[in-house]
């Protein structure tokens, strides 16, 4: 089993629609879990934090973090072309970890106008 | 405005050459990585380094090593380079306090082996 799992893509949706993305990781001691946004050719960017379980919302962005499923999403509401990219969710693992991330292999969003 | 520089974005190499991918940062920050990219596995952790001429491995050091003799900079080395190699390579870098919630990426450098 991969450390963090991401649901396989590529995912298409229309202009307008919710977009759901979604991860799950294998360590239960993650403290901290990161959604990044990669366009084609550039370096991820970071659109979310969330540490707690719960909802986390951000413009048009809500983050759920579920630690007992051991379940991380990202719905992007209103979604839009310049939404179309990779998505990658990162999981920083317990215990002493220098800052270093764990990646999940990335969901291909493609919104379609 | 924090910065990652990787100074190669694009580079050929023949297999068997030692191949050399440098990265600086200007944030004074304590951790560095070098992940690689490819399609449908995400990023991958090859070495990571939390102090001048620390280096730890990540999940996929083989085939690679690391130089760190500066806190700037930190350098992905290739000792003889294969096909298999052929990949996207991101440098990052964080701060020693893992409570900042995020790490900084270069550009990435593109390396392609023949």
């Known amino acids: 089993q991969k450390e963090v799992e991401q649901n396989s893509g590529p995912l298409s949706v229309p202009e307008g629609a919710i977009a759901s993305l979604n991860c799950t990781y294998s360590d239960r001691g993650s403290q901290s879990f990161f959604w990044y946004r990669q366009y084609s050719g550039k370096s991820p960017e970071l659109i979310m934090s969330i540490y707690s379980n719960g909802d986390k919302e951000d413009g048009r962005f809500t983050a759920q973090l579920n630690k007992a499923s051991q379940y991380v999403s990202l719905l992007i509401r209103d979604s839009q072309p310049s939404d179309s990219a990779t998505y990658l969710c990162?999981?920083?693992?317990?215990?002493?970890?220098?800052?270093?991330?764990?990646f999940g292999q990335g969901t291909i969003l493609t919104v379609h106008p | 405005d924090v910065k990652v520089t990787q100074s190669s974005r694009y580079l050929v190499k023949r297999t068997g050459e030692k191949v050399f991918l440098e990265c600086v940062q200007d944030m004074d920050h304590e951790n560095m990585f070098w992940y690689r990219q490819d399609p449908g596995l995400g990023l991958r952790l090859i070495y990571f380094?939390?102090?001048?001429?620390?280096?730890e491995k990540g999940d996929i050091p083989e085939g690679y090593s690391v130089s760190r003799e500066k806190k700037e900079r930190f350098s992905l080395i290739l000792e003889s380079a294969s096909t298999n190699q052929t990949s996207m390579y991101l440098c990052?870098?964080?701060?020693?306090?893992?409570?900042?919630?995020?790490?900084?990426f270069g550009e990435g450098s593109w390396l392609t082996v023949v």
């Open positions: 990162a999981v920083r693992p317990g215990g002493t970890s220098y800052g270093k991330l764990t």
């Open positions: 380094s939390y102090d001048v001429k620390m280096k």
């Open positions: 990052a870098s964080s701060p020693l306090w893992q409570g900042v919630n995020t790490i900084y």
